[in-house]
C-alpha cells in the first residue's frame, strides 16, 4: 500500500487495479458500450440496436444467469456470445441470517485476469414497508473513520460498474426477485438501494454512477432514483456532480458538529472541512423539503452525544432540506467507543426534533453477524477465537 500527501491529509491509494478477464462479463456495461462490445465480435451495426435489447431485457429484467437462457436471441447468436462473454456476477462465499432476519453476504468477485480474487460484503434489511439492500463501493476502504470497522481494512481495489450492480443482482438471485417471482401483493423484495456498504462510493465515481444509472433504469432493474441514497463521508468535489449525474438522494456522514473532533472521527474532514461540506449540502442540486438530503450521526457515549452538540447540530444545518438519522453506535471487536446511553440518544433526538428536524434513531439490525452500520468487513471469516468470543458476548448484551 502506498499514501499520498493531498492538502495535508494522508490518502490511501489502491493497492491494485482490475484487470479485465480475457471473456469477461457483460453486467454493467452501457447500451452504447454493449453496442461497441457485439461489433467488436462482428455484430452487424443494424442488428446491434436490437441485440442490446435483447440483453438487456434478459441481464436486469429476467436476471438471465447464462446465454442459454435467452430463449428470444437465435442459437448462432448466443453461441456467439458464449464464446467471447458472459453474465456472471460475484459468487456468494457465505450467507449469514441475523436473528433479525438480516442477511449478509460475503461475496467473491471474479479473478482480475492474473489469478487474485477479492471479496467485499452487502447486507439486505427486510423491513415491513421496504427491503433495503447495502451495497459496496470498494474492497476496503480509503477513509480510516476511527469507530468504523470497515475502515480498518486496508483498501485494496475500487469496484467496476459491474461489481457495484452485480451485489444487487445477487440479491435478487437469492432472493428470487426476479420479474416472475410470485407473492401475494406482487411487490419486490429489493426496494431501496444505500450506498453504504464497504469503501467510499464518490472516490469511485464513475463505477457508482454507471451501476446506479442501470439501477434506476426504468427498463432495467427499475428502482426509483428517490429510492437510492448514495452516502458520502464528504467528498466535497463530486457532491454536485452527483446530483447532476446519478440525481439521487444523497446521505452525509457528519458524525460531528466541531471540526477538531471530526477530523478525529471522519479525517477526511481535515481536507474537506465542515463549513466546506455544508455548503457544498446547500448547493445539491435537485434537495428540496421532499427530496431532503440525510445527515448521518453515530452516537458515541460521552464524545458527540451532548445536547450543546444538539444544538451546534441545529444551527449548522439551518437552510438546509434535512433530516438528521441517529445511529447507535455498533460495536465490534477492538473498537475504542461505547453506544451513548439510550435515555441521552432520546434527548438528543427530542431537541432536533423540536427544532423542527426529523431525527428518527436508526434501529440496529443485524449486529450478531457483524451486518450493522459501521460493522462491515470482508475479512470476517478471519476474526480469531478471542473477537468471536467478544462478538458472541455483544449479540448477547444487545
Keep these: 500500500m502506498t499514501v499520498i500527501e493531498a492538502s495535508g491529509v494522508l490518502e490511501k491509494t489502491a493497492l491494485e487495479t482490475y484487470v479485465p478477464l480475457a471473456k469477461p462479463s457483460l453486467v ?21 440496436k436490437m441485440r442490446v435489447q435483447q440483453l438487456w431485457h434478459w441481464m436486469y429484467v429476467r436476471g438471465a444467469r447464462s446465454f442459454a437462457e435467452m430463449s428470444n436471441v437465435s442459437k448462432d447468436m448466443r453461441a456467439q456470445l458464449e464464446q467471447y462473454f458472459t453474465v456472471d456476477r460475484p ?94 401483493n406482487g411487490n419486490r423484495l429489493v426496494t431501496n ?59 452525509i456522514s457528519l458524525h460531528a458538529v466541531r471540526d477538531e473532533l471530526r477530523d478525529e472521527l471522519v479525517p477526511l474532514n481535515r481536507k474537506y472541512p465542515i463549513r466546506e461540506l455544508l455548503d457544498a449540502c446547500r448547493a445539491y442540486p435537485g434537495s428540496s423539503n421532499s427530496r431532503r438530503i440525510t445527515f448521518e450521526y453515530v452516537m458515541l457515549k460521552g464524545v458527540n452525544d451532548s445536547l450543546d452538540d444538539a444544538r451546534l447540530l441545529v444551527k449548522l444545518l439551518k437552510g438546509i432540506p434535512a433530516k438528521i438519522n441517529l445511529i447507535p453506535f455498533n460495536p465490534w471487536p477492538g473498537s475504542k467507543y461505547e453506544c451513548s446511553d439510550w435515555e441521552q440518544i432520546e434527548k438528543f433526538s427530542e431537541y432536533v426534533f423540536n427544532a423542527g428536524y426529523s431525527s428518527p434513531v436508526r434501529t440496529p439490525r443485524g449486529r450478531d453477524i457483524l451486518a450493522a452500520c459501521g460493522q462491515l468487513k470482508s475479512e470476517t471469516e478471519k476474526l480469531s477465537a478471542r473477537e468471536r468470543q467478544a462478538l458472541r458476548a455483544m449479540a448477547m448484551t444487545d
Design 193 to 251: 438501494i444505500v450506498m453504504m456498504g464497504m469503501g467510499e462510493p464518490l472516490y469511485n465515481f464513475d463505477a457508482v454512477r454507471d451501476a446506479l444509472l442501470i439501477v434506476s433504469d426504468g427498463e432495467g432493474i427499475g428502482i426509483s432514483r428517490r429510492r437510492i441514497t448514495l452516502s458520502t463521508s464528504g467528498v466535497v468535489p463530486n457532491i454536485a456532480r452527483t446530483g447532476d449525474e446519478i440525481g439521487v438522494m444523497l446521505a
Design 91 to 184: 459468487e456468494v462465499v457465505t450467507e449469514q441470517i441475523s436473528n433479525d432476519g438480516t442477511r449478509k453476504w460475503l461475496l467473491r468477485l471474479p479473478g482480475d485476469g492474473v489469478g487474485r480474487a477479492h471479496e467485499v460484503e452487502c447486507v439486505y434489511i427486510p423491513e415491513t414497508d421496504r427491503g433495503t439492500l447495502c451495497v459496496s463501493s470498494q474492497v476496503g476502504c480509503t477513509l480510516n473513520c476511527s469507530f468504523c470497522h470497515t475502515g480498518t481494512q486496508r483498501l485494496v481495489r475500487n469496484l467496476t460498474a459491474g461489481e457495484i450492480l452485480g451485489q444487487v443482482m445477487v440479491a435478487r438471485d437469492r432472493l428470487g426477485d426476479w420479474v416472475d417471482r410470485e407473492t401475494p
Design 28 to 48: 454493467g456495461l452501457s447500451r452504447e458500450e454493449l453496442a461497441k462490445r457485439l461489433g467488436g465480435i462482428g455484430v452487424a451495426e443494424k442488428q446491434q
